[in-house]
């Protein structure tokens, strides 16, 4: 369904339209109706903000962050690539996921000395870090024109 709704041009003509949004600002009641304001409320809907810290909350002892991470072996990169899912929607990177399980052979030496370098100095390749957000509809909902009608799904570069 990701790999549907992504698959379609980014206009209003698209193969799934959503329709104009019920939801609150404040206390009032708002209709979305163009791209923009329907973004936004669907956006505050999935990301509400941060609630203010109380006193409380700051005196509260938490376990230390992990320090790095271990070495990593050709055998975990193996067994990852193994475990994808063959046919999920692709990430903005554009790799199927079944390319990446049927030639692990072929590149996991490649990746294993990637993954090292990186590792090693402390790097993240930009392009990783960008993701996809679709947004679907949850199945079974009586009404669509409200903003719990809907869920992101966050696609990924695999690799």
Aim: proline share 6%; hydrophobic share 40%.
């Amino acid at each position: 369904m990701a790999h549907w709704t992504i698959s379609a041009p980014p206009t209003d003509r698209g193969k799934i339209k959503i329709p104009k949004l019920q939801h609150k600002v404040g206390k009032a009641d708002v209709i979305a109706s163009t791209n923009d304001k329907k973004s936004t409320a669907l956006a505050k809907c999935f990301f509400p903000t941060k609630p203010q810290e109380e006193e409380q909350q700051v005196k509260e002892k938490y376990l230390k962050a992990c320090k790095g991470v271990g070495r990593i072996t050709r055998e975990q990169i193996w067994d990852q690539l193994r475990k994808t899912k063959p046919y999920k929607a692709l990430g903005p990177d554009g790799i199927p996921n079944i390319v990446l399980s049927n030639c692990a052979d072929l590149i996991v030496n490649r990746l294993y000395f990637i993954y090292e370098a990186m590792l090693e100095r402390g790097l993240f390749y930009r392009p990783w870090k960008i993701s996809t957000m679709v947004v679907l509809r949850n199945l079974g909902k009586l009404r669509y024109d409200i903003t719990k009608a809907y869920r992101p799904i966050a696609l990924l570069n695999m690799m």
